[in-house]
C-alpha cells in the first residue's frame, strides 16, 4: 500500500507539471480532453502493479518448506535409567531401563509405525485415519489414540501390555486379527 500510495503521489505531480497545452488542447473553442482509452490503460497499470507488488510479497513469504527425508531414529536406553521421546504427530513415550526404540522423524500418510525392544508407555495422540504400531518382534500393538504400557524384551521370551485409557488391539505379527483389550486389561504372554 505504501508503494502505491508513492507511485500515486508521483503521477499526481507529473499530471501538474506537465505544460499547459498538453492538457488542454483547443479546436476552434472547444475542449478536447485526453482520449478516454488511455485513461483508461493508465488506471489498469496502476491496478496490475498493485497485483504484481501484492503476488511477489505472497510468495516471498509463503515459500513451501523443503521436505526432510525419512529418517530412521534410534533410542537406546542403558541400564539404569528412563528417557522420554516426543514424537513429530505429538505422541510421547516413557522408555525404560535397557530398552531400544527405533522410529521415523516423519510418518508415512497411512500409518504411525515404531519399533520397541525392551518396555515402554505409550500417550499416542488420537489421529483415527493413521493408526499406530508398536512392532516389539513377534507381536504387533494396534491403535488409534490411547495410553497403554508395553513389556517387550526379546532375552526373556516375554510380552506384556497393559491398556490405562482408550482400546488397543495385539496380534501375531503373522496374524491378521488379533485380541481387542478394553481400558484396565492387561495381556501377558
Known amino acids: 500500500m505504501r508503494e502505491y500510495l508513492a507511485l500515486r503521489k508521483l503521477f499526481d505531480i507529473s499530471v501538474w507539471q506537465e505544460p499547459f497545452e498538453k492538457k ?3 479546436t476552434s473553442g472547444t ?3 485526453k482520449p478516454v482509452v488511455r485513461k ?3 488506471e489498469a497499470l496502476k491496478i496490475a502493479a498493485i497485483f504484481v507488488v501484492g503476488f511477489l510479497i505472497f510468495k516471498m513469504f ?3 518448506e523443503p521436505s526432510s527425508p525419512v529418517v530412521m531414529q534410534t533410542v537406546k536406553v542403558p541400564a539404569g535409567q528412563r528417557a522420554e521421546v516426543t514424537l513429530s504427530d505429538g505422541s510421547q513415550v516413557w522408555l525404560n531401563a535397557n530398552t531400544t526404540f527405533t522410529f521415523h522423524n516423519n510418518f508415512s500418510p497411512e500409518k504411525r509405525e515404531v519399533q520397541l525392544h525392551g518396555e515402554g508407555y505409550f500417550k499416542v495422540a488420537h489421529q483415527s485415519s493413521k493408526p499406530f504400531v508398536v ?3 513377534e507381536y504387533e500393538v494396534k491403535v488409534l489414540g490411547t495410553e497403554f504400557n508395553v513389556l517387550a524384551y526379546g532375552e526373556q521370551q516375554a510380552f506384556e501390555v497393559s491398556l490405562l485409557k482408550g482400546s488397543v488391539e495385539v496380534m501375531k505379527s503373522s ?3 488379533g485380541l481387542k483389550l478394553k481400558p484396565d486389561q492387561r495381556l501377558v504372554v
Open 135 to 137: 512392532n516389539s518382534g
Open 62 to 64: 509463503n515459500k513451501p
Open 24 to 26: 488542454e488542447l483547443r
Open 40 to 42: 483508461i490503460l493508465t
Open 175 to 177: 496374524d491378521e486379527c
Open 31 to 33: 475542449k478536447v480532453q
